[in-house]
T-cell receptor, first 112, second 118 residues
Framework: AQSVTQPDIHITVSEGASLELRCNYSYGATPYLFWYVQSPGQGLQLLLKYFSGDTLVQGIKGFEAEFKRSQSSFNLRKPSVHWSDAAEYFCAVGDSNYQLIWGAGTKLIIKP | GAVVSQHPSWVICKSGTSVKIECRSLDFQATTMFWYRQFPKQSLMLMATSNEGSKATYEQGVEKDKFLINHASLTLSTLTVTSAHPEDSSFYIC??????????????FGQGTRLTVV
């Protein structure tokens, strides 16, 4: 079955600390992988995507993610978080036509 | 990035009535739009894929007669929840996919519509 697992429902980090949000997937074909951020009152915004090539992908707002095929993972990282990063983060897997399967999301809380 | 406008952002309706939600791509054409439903603390569930000028493709378990989708132009798709019931209360999100190819393809999302059926 195709699925996306984000094992952490919420994560709390201090401002300035590093961040890693976990994402594991199960997908029958070559996966196209995405990370989106959802802020209250705003639509989902694409942070980054992986289609092929370099497995370390750089995104907007200083985020990066690494595709590890052997672990079926696509974890999102940021070296130093800012208070404005507080939001809900969604990992998704699908095809290049954006037929996506979504994880349940991880809520990021920033401690001052 | 491109803008997708979804309207209304929230709506309260009485049980048995119908509600229409609009999704517009403001600065690009979108042959394909997607409609999602999001339950609290859960992931987005794809309801249907809407293609301009043709019938929508519904995901398994989604009642096409209850959730009517119309994609009459390259910039507008509508979702009508017919004979709404309290269990239809949810957050509905649309996204519009650009008509580019390959890696440059991207889907942009509306702000979502909070539907409450009383």
């Amino acid at each position: 079955a195709q699925s996306v697992t984000q094992p952490d429902i919420h994560i709390t980090v201090s401002e300035g600390a590093s961040l890693e949000l976990r994402c594991n997937y199960s997908y029958g074909a070559t996966p196209y992988l995405f990370w989106y951020v959802q802020s209250p009152g705003q639509g989902l915004q694409l942070l980054l995507k992986y289609f092929s090539g370099d497995t370390l992908v750089q995104g907007i707002k200083g985020f990066e993610a690494e595709f590890k095929r052997s672990q079926s993972s696509f974890n999102l990282r940021k070296p130093s978080v800012h208070w404005s990063d507080a939001a809900e983060y969604f990992c998704a897997v699908g095809d290049s036509n954006y037929q996506l399967i979504w994880g349940a999301g991880t809520k990021l809380i920033i401690k001052p | 990035g491109a803008v997708v406008s979804q309207h209304p952002s929230w709506v309260i309706c009485k049980s048995g009535t119908s509600v229409k939600i609009e999704c517009r791509s403001l600065d690009f054409q979108a042959t394909t739009m997607f409609w999602y439903r999001q339950f609290p603390k859960q992931s987005l569930m794809l309801m249907a894929t809407s293609n301009e000028g043709s019938k929508a493709t519904y995901e398994q378990g989604v009642e096409k007669d209850k959730f009517l989708i119309n994609h009459a132009s390259l910039t507008l798709s509508t979702l009508t929840v017919t004979s709404a019931h309290p269990e239809d209360s949810s957050f509905y999100i649309c996204s519009a996919r650009t008509d580019l190819r390959g890696f440059n393809t991207e889907a942009f999302f509306g702000q979502g519509t909070r539907l409450t059926v009383v």
